[in-house]
């Protein structure tokens, strides 16, 4: 929008240069084949709707959306459980906006703020400590969420709160892993995917090496892709060449950003105030070992598990509810019987749809209509 | 998960070691940088933003290697354009 | 169980979406006052339903009707913004502005406002020394009269310092007739100016995001602008001020009320890029972040091009713009065709666009 550009993105929004990527992948589909491509991140999802980026692939290319999405994949009780926090005296529990209107089985922050509940939106989890510094007499909790983007976020903060003495602080911590997601992704049988378009940001942090074992045991190219328009039509174009090569190699578009060595500092600050937990339940993909982050016992005064004495509600996603098949890409969207009926933007059963980034709440938003006119336009 | 922005950095905050201010299109935040600190951090460097914190460098090589290759498969799209447009003339 | 098809899917969304709106909250959330879908399904599902008359059913930002000879609008707003003082304003001038915009709108000239105050027990009065002086500067350069008024205080926690209604009378001295049903195929949409301008500010002055910017309030009094447009674009169909829920709300209520697409150009919105990088870092669209001193205008195809001129030539219309135009089809939809060639849907937001780091 208007004249200036913004240096980094705008560039990588150019539509001719889009549609020459849009030309040379049409050139390595071979017709008749089907390819099913995953992007694993929300923030993909994200991007290919908002700038309608399957108009520029050609019938035989899917893009089948995965779990990457670190707000759908929370499992309801751990949303009871941070409202139950929510509620707890003098507490000021702090997230982001992400999470406002995610339901769980009472509602949402929202609602437990409609309650009387203490619940504050921030960007960031330094925003939540400067929270904490200047209420001494509240007890303030952040409510972390995210893959490895964000987890060395949460960690730098911990061990900033420790290095003031704060004892007012702690973390309320659901910090998973995209590994042991994708591992379950593949372990699916009813899923026919040929090629990965990694998260990359994700990746700037844990780097690109993790990745090997897809493309060497499981035999499927994995490339890391940016989040502009180009960056992905420019990761699809090497997944095809490396499909019709035969090759499968883990390979990196978004050299401008993401290092193949990963960030050591981020990684030694996760392992210095985390652990993996033996198991943690996602939403759809049931119990997953090693695939989620707890406070270590060094820190166990910045963990509100430990803090506070936590429920531990589990609890069952609505019958109707078919977020799990979503997540693991078994059905689409518009597949799940209360899409856009009893399940709206505005009346959420589950997490795909309220979440910004869901594959239903971008269905809804952006592909709808892209699919009404492709339709329109095949009768006409 | 992913929302990581492009930024400036302007300044390094003397009195907090480890923060910057960066700014993205003239809307400014202050950022901590420690976990690029490594890498070295000046003013007018980019780096990729996300929840408060710096992930990474933005390599302005890398990233001009990125867009000269995007831009090489648009002069041949184009020149294929050309081509097939010249080609047209009965 | 029969599969039902995509299109299947789709329409029987499409049908939904056109049933009457339903409450099904028990208590008042903050979406309900963010002006985007719950605030739709409160005000149509509540309040139309207790007070339905042909007057209100239009749902228009102002009523106006004819007194004898004359054509009168008559419209009011409260206003509950908080901080009270922000860079480029105040809730004093919001509460003049705000309430002189949407009389100017109809195409009326403001005459007198009331103004109803609700202040905080503990409130400084030297802060509303300040708001009810930015309010006497402010109607006096909206060429306005407050000429009555009410003041109520309540216990200290109750008012978050001070709330400010306004309502205000005008008279319409040109014979149009401007209304969201107004539109039709082949019309251009307009804007006066660079969006979110507002609500940016308003957000990053809370401080809890600690991002910091020179942006300032967009609030204006756009009487004047409203005029030169009518001047040069006489049949004009709808003009409306964007606040909150910002361009994106205003296309979609006009979308639903003309039975018409709204076809947005990404391109050719102002947006500062202040505006732009907030929004960027925040991960929020500017098209729904509010402004005070912005319309969205409906103009026959053939007078857009001397509309913009003649925004133009006014300081606060210096990058009006026609931003999209109006189509037939699909009805009741906003869409934006994006830089990229592609096309997608603007709905209209539930409540607040929140930030998000996802």
Redesign the interface.
Known sequence: ??P?G????D???????????A??IATLVEPGRRYGLMEI????T?TI?????E??LPEEVQLVHGP????CVIPMGRVDDAIWIAEQEGVIMTS???L??VPGARGSF??A???GADI????????SLRIARNNPDRRVVFMAI??E??T??TA?TVLRAAAEGLENFSVFCNHVTIIPALEAILASPDLHIDGFIG????S??IGCEPYRFIAEKHGRPFVVAG?E??DIL?AIQMLLLQLRDGRSEVEN?Y?????WEG?Q??LQ?IDEVMEPRPTFEWRGLGWIPHSAMRIREKYARFDAERVFDVPATRVADPPACQCGEVLRGTI?P??CKV???AC????PIGTCMV???GACAAY???G??????V?QAGSA | ??????G?VLTLDVERPGMATVN??GARR?V?V?????DGVQPGD?V?I????A??K???E??Q???S???E??Q???D?LQALAESRID | MTQ?T??E??E??ER?RRRRPRI?DE?????HGSGG??TH?LIDALFLEAFRNPLLEPLEDQAVFSVGAERLAFTTDTYVVSPLFFPGGDIGDLAVNGTVNDLAVSGARPLYLSAGFVLEEGFPIADLRRIVASMAKAAESAGVQIVTGDTKVVQRGKADGCFVNTAGIGVLERPVRLSAAAARPGDAVIISG?VGDHGITIMLARG????ESDLRSDTAPLTELVSLLLDAAPQTRFIRDATRGGVATICNELALASGVAVVLD??S?????EV??AS????ID?LYVACEGRFVAVVAGDEAEAAVAALRSHPQGAAAAVIGRIADD?PG?V?VT????????V?M???DP?????
Not at chain 1, 49 to 53: L, P
Not at chain 3, 208 to 211: A, H, Q, W
């Open positions: 929008m208007g200036e913004m240096r980094f993105v560039e990588y929004r150019d539509r001719e240069k889009a549609q020459a990527l030309a040379n991140c929300g923030g993909h994200h709707y908002k700038h309608g980026i108009d520029y990457g999405c670190p707000v982001f906006g992400d406002l209107r929202l609602d703020k409609a309650r504050q939106m921030v960007y960031s989890p330094l925003d995210g893959f983007t964000t060395p976020s730098m998260p990359g940001h994700v700037t942090v989040f328009p180009l420019q578009q050299t401008r950003v993401v290092p960030n500092r981020a600050a689409k518009w597949e899409f856009g009926t709206t933007p505005e009346t979440s910004s980034e809804y938003n952006f709808r209509f892209t699919r009404l006119r339709r | 998960m992913c929302l990581g922005i492009p400036e993205v299109g202050q901590n420690m976990l690029i600190e490594e980019w990729l996300h929840v408060g914190f992930l990474a933005i390599d302005e890398e990233a290697l990125t867009l290759y995007l831009e498969m648009g041949a799209y184009r294929e | 039902r995509e299109e899917v789709l029987r969304i939904i099904t208590r008042i959330t903050l979406s879908r719950a399904t660079p809890e995001l600690g991002i990404e391109q919105i102002p947006v500062r890029p732009r990088g960027e870092i925040l991960g500017p699909p939809l869409l994006t830089g990229f060639g592609g096309m997608r849907i709905d937001l539930v409540g929140l930030p998000r780091i996802c």
